[in-house]
């Protein structure tokens, strides 16, 4: 079993910055593959940015490219995702996951990751 816990949300005016973290422990981590999603309040869960263990090759959603950046720290057990040029509409409760393997499917497919965490809130204030 795989736990990972996420930290680093708070309330940031827009323009702001954020470095998220997501802990991994449990069983001897990797190499899997690594999402970060978010559920912005009453709407659906989306993709954000991902990122392949071992060759760290990263995928991101077009509403964040050129201002998030997915990164793991493999020695730590620890994924990041740096936040620039906050706006509001990216205010929402982020959720890091964990894939065993490869992505099988592209990587903004939720049901393919097997670990979820509990998620941490960003607001991005006007």
């Known amino acids: 079993q795989v736990q990972l816990v996420e930290s680093g949300g708070a309330l940031v005016q827009a323009g702001g910055s954020l470095r998220l973290a997501c802990a991994a422990s449990g069983r001897t981590f990797g190499p899997y593959a690594m999402g970060w999603f978010r559920r912005p309040p009453g709407k659906e869960r989306a993709f954000a940015a991902a990122i392949t263990w071992n060759s760290g090759t990263t995928y991101y959603a077009d509403s964040v490219k050129g201002r998030f950046t997915i990164s793991r720290d493999s020695v730590k057990n620890m994924v990041y995702l740096q936040m620039n040029s906050l706006k509001p509409e990216d205010s929402a409760d982020y959720y890091c996951?964990?894939?065993?393997?490869?992505?099988?499917?592209?990587?903004?497919?939720?049901?393919?990751?097997?670990?979820w965490g509990q998620g941490t809130r960003v607001t991005v204030s006007s």
């Open positions: 996951a964990a894939r065993n393997g490869d992505f099988v499917y592209g990587p903004s497919y939720g049901g393919q990751y097997h670990y």
